[in-house]
């Protein structure tokens, strides 16, 4: 299965080079929604984990058997045959990472000993399949170095990893017989004239299962961020909208960031990004279009997910936030004496909100409607207040203790419809006034309060705390949202993805 999985791979890449490159506009950041840039440090931490992928190359590459026959003076022909070969130890002292302007990441590792251990078996005169009568196990020590350019590229609209330019340098090749116990001869005569063909095959092997391992990792990233952006029907479309840069200082992709939900899905030309926006002293940035936002604000509008239902004593915390005269006046007209625990408070929003980023933070205008109604025992239910409102709020977000926080820095709310049963006429203000300050004071707070935690919650399910994210920044300027940051590559992460896959 091994030999045919590498075999389709090398057909494979040959496909992907004829047909599968993407095609792009010439105002390929014109349609940016997303952007992803990692910068050399974090290419450098990244690069600590090699090793493991190394290691997984050497032991799944598959070696076929050797076989060969040769002439000797007194022997005749001398026919041999390597089986059953396999990496038996390895070890790697270090390895090199860099990034080669528009060219490829170029990864160096030095002096990789591997000990590949088999079957010897070799026989002389005539026809050496029938007359092969001795076996030996053998043991190969060798000390190698590695050269890979990875490129990246367009594939299927998604980042592609192409690391077939690899090299294999030997520094020792070295033959162990069974226990050193043959004749020295022996041993000089198949070191001599196997080393070649072993060393043809190690880097053959060995370079194709480093290129299936890279393709397979770059589907790694692409489908944990795929998840990453995906909750139940919403989505968001991350194909490319432009070849993968590679800097000196950095690599960056951009994406489409289009939000999918049923069959809607937006369309996007006027993106604002330029690299500019970006600089390179942080090792990870997400470069965000307030175009998503929206998106995917009227995503969860269309899905109903911005409803919520109040009741009990969550309902009495609201309304008798502070206790005042004016306070129990309302609440007493509001519900004519009725038990909290027989109304229920339904807030929704009535439209698709409008999110617009700027310099102060993220602002977000809204029509909400509120309706509260009592339930009597025995009774039916009866709507005591209704109102829509328009409701402009600021939010600034952060990212801390592997929690989202969101703080409302000033709203302002402006009544659209306002029905009390207590006050048909609206005569009295008191029932307006007190819950304009309830919904600024607390109703507003409660709101962001719920979304936190379903946010982080939501983060979370998808792997976020898994990362030591390090002085997280959530940066928003007019259009757009800055995330920068720092972070620690989770080790068993890549191991358990590398144990799972192969």
């Known amino acids: 299965a091994g030999r045919m999985r590498l075999g389709t791979f090398r057909i494979f890449l040959v496909l992907v080079h004829v047909s599968a490159a993407c095609e792009f506009g010439p105002f390929s950041y014109s349609v940016t929604g997303i952007v992803c840039r990692m910068t050399k440090p974090a290419a450098l931490l990244l690069n600590q984990e090699t090793a493991q992928v190394i290691q997984a190359a050497f032991r799944n590459a598959k070696f076929p058997n050797i076989t060969g026959e040769r002439s000797m003076r007194l022997l005749g022909k ?37 000990f590949f251990k088999g079957t010897l078996n070799y026989g002389y005169a005539g026809a050496w399949f029938l007359q092969l009568f001795h076996s030996v196990d053998f043991e190969i020590e060798s000390s190698i170095d590695l050269q890979i350019n990875i490129k990246l590229m367009c594939q299927k609209d998604q980042v592609a990893a192409d690391a077939s330019d690899c090299y294999l340098t030997f520094h020792k090749l070295t033959l162990h017989l069974q226990g050193d116990k043959e004749p020295g001869w022996l041993k000089q005569l198949f070191t001599d004239f196997i080393s070649f063909t072993l060393k043809f095959v190690l880097k053959s092997e060995v370079c194709n299962e480093i290129n299936f391992l890279a393709q397979v990792l770059a589907d790694f ?65 997400f470069w965000l279009s307030e175009h998503i936002l929206n998106s995917l604000a009227s995503a969860a509008f269309l899905d109903k997910r911005l409803e919520l239902t109040i009741r009990g004593e969550e309902l009495q915390a609201l309304f008798e936030m502070e206790d005042t005269e004016a306070q129990r006046n309302a609440v007493q007209m509001i519900f004519q004496g009725i038990s909290y625990n027989d109304s229920v408070a339904k807030v929704w929003s009535l439209a698709h909100p409008q999110i617009s980023v700027q310099p102060e933070g993220t602002v977000v205008k809204s029509l909400v409607a509120v309706e509260v109604s009592t339930l009597p025992m025995g009774e039916e239910s009866l709507m005591v207040l209704y109102m829509e409102k328009e409701i402009t709020v600021t939010i600034q977000a952060a990212y801390a203790e592997k929690k989202l926080i969101l703080h409302a820095l000033d709203s302002r709310i402006e009544f659209k419809v306002f029905n009390c049963t207590a006050d048909p006429s609206e005569n009295d203000p008191s029932i307006r006034n007190f819950l304009q300050t309830m919904i600024s004071v607390v109703g507003i707070p409660e709101v962001i309060s719920r979304i936190e935690p379903a ?22 300027r007019k259009g757009y949202i800055i995330v920068q940051l720092d972070f620690s590559f989770p080790n068993h992460l890549l191991l358990d993805f590398l144990q799972n896959r192969l």
């Open 78 to 114: 001398v026919a041999y045959g390597l089986t059953n070969i396999q990496v038996n130890e390895l070890s790697i002292e270090q390895s090199e990472v860099e990034l080669k302007e528009n060219d490829a990441i170029h990864i160096a590792i030095k002096n990789v000993t591997a």
């Open 221 to 285: 990233v692409h489908d944990l961020a795929e998840n990453f952006v995906r909750d139940e029907g919403i989505s968001v479309d991350i194909s490319l909208a432009s070849v993968p840069l590679i800097k000196a200082n950095y690599l960056e992709s951009h994406h489409k960031g289009l939000v999918l939900y049923k069959n809607y899905s937006g369309v996007f030309t006027d993106s604002i990004f330029s690299p500019s926006l970006l600089t390179e002293s942080r090792m990870l940035y």
């Open 455 to 476: 946010l982080t919650s939501l983060m979370n399910s998808k792997g976020l705390h898994l990362f030591e994210i390090r002085n997280p920044e959530i940066i928003t």
